[in-house]
């Protein structure tokens, strides 16, 4: 291959991918469902959205037989208590948040823990140890930081600075103008690089993508509890807009989880 043709196919390759269609059949199943379930400026984009049907809270199976669990001594590390504490915090103080508080957080949330042969290891679980979820922070009321937005850096436990900049307004707005989002000193934003998983698992990679940020939200949300500051997962925000906040294409790499973090009020 001459230089120019490999010149070609780089240009090519990092070309962003177009929104999927609802009549292009070349979108996979897994991509249609993202997309179709996705957020723009008009509400959902998907014509054909089932809302179901209203089932009962609790699953019963009657006339089965039960055993009664008794719980065991609490346990000494504490993790009883915190989970049993941990609430949804909607309402953020003033209060600046002190970077070594967020450090802990990004590190408990989807750092590195341990190496094992090649692989290092994170907090969450991840199929094939492909980690194919991203953390962004909105940076606001932080201290030694510019208020701007940050990628954190797994590799290194480091934050790089994309862009400088107060985005409170932004991420407000995107999140449709709920008053839970935009008035916290930090912003994570979690997205999910679906091609890290789907390269190994084709569209199932999806389910694995949602998985992952799942445990990686519930690692933020025990952490922040144990250090005494509050957060909420969000889940209704305008993709478009994230993405475009973030400048990521939304179909290759697309936000998944919001969460404000801060001292509660």
């Not at 962004?136 to 990628?151: M, N, P, Q, T």
Request: with cysteine; hydrophobic share 40%.
């Amino acid at each position: 291959m001459s230089w120019q043709m490999l010149l070609l196919w780089l240009v090519i390759m990092t070309l962003p991918k177009p929104a999927p269609c609802e009549d292009d059949d070349t979108v996979s199943i897994g991509g249609r469902f993202h997309h179709e379930t996705s957020f723009g400026d008009d509400g959902l984009k998907g014509e054909n959205a089932v809302f179901g049907e209203r089932v009962p809270l609790y699953k019963e199976y009657e006339g089965a037989k039960k055993t009664k669990l008794s719980l065991i001594a609490r346990d000494k590390s504490r993790t009883d208590e915190i989970i049993e504490r941990r609430r949804s915090t909607r309402v953020f103080s003033g209060q600046t948040l002190g970077l070594d508080y967020l450090a802990r957080v990004l590190l408990s949330g989807n750092g590195v823990t341990h190496s094992k042969g090649a692989y290092e290891m994170r907090s969450a679980p991840s199929a094939g140890a492909l980690y194919p979820i991203d953390i962004y922070v909105i940076a606001y009321r932080v201290d030694s930081l510019e208020k701007g937005l940050y990628h954190f850096q797994v590799q290194d436990s480091s934050l790089a600075l994309i862009k400088a900049g107060d985005f409170n307004e932004d991420i407000y707005r995107a999140c449709n103008n709920q008053k839970t989002v935009g008035f916290s000193p930090a912003t994570l934003i979690l997205t999910a690089r679906f091609d890290r998983s789907t390269i190994k698992y084709a569209d199932r990679g999806y389910r694995y993508c949602y998985m992952e940020s799942g445990a990686i939200a519930e690692n933020v949300h025990i952490q922040a509890e144990a250090l005494g500051l509050g957060t909420v997962i969000v889940g209704a925000f305008n993709d478009d807009a994230v993405s475009g906040l973030l400048d990521v294409d939304g179909v290759s790499e697309a936000p998944t989880i919001i969460m404000p973090l801060g001292w509660p009020r």
